[in-house]
């Protein structure tokens, strides 16, 4: 069974510090899929990334940066010099072969930076 | 080009009553996924639909809850019979083939009293 773990419930950061959600899977899987999403105060989910099992370089997107560790089993979503902004709900979700569209979400992670 | 649209946003419904809820994919995409959000967790897939069928229904509910997608008009999710437990934010998410990723909806919050 697939299953991912966030094991941070809520952080709380003063803006401009960097913080890391920590995202942990399990799958039998060859072929899977990791995604993250947000979700803000307004409650639409926003997606962030899609990263295939193959691909182990790390992406950065602007503040945004993510480490994907096969080894460990691990997704991790690094936030550089946090806004205000960022304050949100962070899911880690896995998908498996077949296609990526049934997702199996974490528990998810508050993140609040205040100003 | 408008996104995943579901409607109503928010739903409020007494013990016993039905609710349905509502989404329009976008637009050329076939597949539509439910998924489901209780309070303080993370987001349960319940079903994926094709135009007319049911692909794999494994996360609904056995009882009280269906789904469809018929040849015209949006899907549906419709609850039967609603409880307390029922209370929870229903997103929609649509793709165009399988293997393309998922554009979600705003989402449904269906609150039962």
């Known amino acids: 069974a697939q299953k991912v773990t966030q094991a941070q419930t809520e952080i709380s950061v003063v803006e401009k510090e960097d913080v890391t959600l920590d995202c942990v899977y399990e799958?039998?899987?060859?072929?899977?899929?990791l995604f993250w999403y947000k979700q803000p105060p307004s409650g639409e989910l926003v997606f962030l990334i899609r990263?295939?099992?193959?691909?182990?370089q790390n992406e950065i997107s602007g503040r945004y940066s993510w480490n994907f560790q096969k080894s460990t089993s691990s997704f991790n979503f690094t936030i550089t010099a946090s806004q205000v902004v960022d304050s949100a709900v962070y899911f880690c979700?896995?998908?498996?072969?077949?296609?990526?569209?049934?997702?199996?979400f974490g528990k998810g992670m508050k993140l609040t930076v205040n100003p | 080009n408008a996104g995943v649209m579901q409607n109503p946003r928010h739903l409020v419904r007494r013990r016993g009553q039905e609710a349905r809820l509502r989404c329009s994919p976008m637009?050329?995409?076939?597949?539509v996924y439910w998924y489901r959000q209780l309070p303080e967790e993370g987001l349960k897939f319940m079903v994926y639909?094709?135009?007319?069928?049911?692909?794999?229904e494994s996360g609904m509910p056995k009882e009280r809850f269906s789904a469809e997608f018929p040849k015209e008009g949006p899907s549906i999710l419709r609850i039967q019979q609603v409880v307390r437990g029922d209370s929870a934010a229903y997103f929609c998410?649509?793709?165009?083939?399988?293997?393309?990723?998922?554009?979600f909806g705003p989402g449904t919050r269906l609150t039962v009293t």
């Open positions: 799958t039998r899987d060859t072929t899977y899929y």
């Open positions: 637009k050329g995409h076939s597949h």
């Open positions: 979700a896995l998908s498996g072969q077949g296609g990526s569209e049934k997702l199996v």
């Open positions: 639909l094709q135009k007319e069928n049911i692909i794999d």
């Open positions: 990263r295939n099992s193959f691909d182990e």
């Open positions: 998410a649509s793709s165009p083939d399988r293997g393309r990723g998922l554009t």
